[in-house]
Nanobody
Framework: QVQLVESGGGLVQAGGSLRLSCAAS????????TAWFRQAPGKEREFVAA???????HYADSVKGRFTISRDNAKNTVYLQMNSLKPDDTGVYYC???????????????????WGQGTQVTVSS
């Protein structure tokens, strides 16, 4: 059973930066895809970024050029570096993972089996 634990959320002013971490434990294969989703109050959970099968990065249009997803293999941890934050980036950020995804399915939150508990990110204007 894979477990994902997020950390690094907080309160930041617009234009600031935060780095989220997602530490994985348990059996993650080389095909394991890790993604970040976020959910604002009253809104659907939306795709933010993914590291497809541990290699290829993909981003939502709204965060391209501002967010970077990366991985530290030695720590089995995936990071989301968030720069130039905007109030619209506010929400609970979730780490998700699955080893069976194909590229066309990485943006759908229902396709992931494993989820972290979420970490709150609040960007003030």
């Amino acid at each position: 059973q894979v477990q994902l634990v997020e950390s690094g959320g907080g309160l930041v002013q617009a234009g600031g930066s935060l780095r989220l971490s997602c530490a994985a434990s348990g059996p993650t294969s080389s095909h394991f895809t890790t993604a970040w989703f976020r959910q604002a109050p009253g809104k659907e959970r939306e795709f933010v970024a993914a590291l497809f099968r541990g290699r290829a990065t993909h981003y939502a249009d709204s965060v391209k050029g501002r967010f970077t997803i990366s991985r530290d293999n030695a720590k089995n941890t995936v990071y989301l570096q968030m720069n130039s934050l905007k109030p619209d980036d506010t929400g609970v950020y979730y780490c998700a993972g699955d080893s069976r995804l194909i590229l066309s399915s990485i943006g759908g939150h229902a396709n992931y089996d494993y989820w972290g508990q979420g970490t709150q990110v609040t960007v003030s204007s």
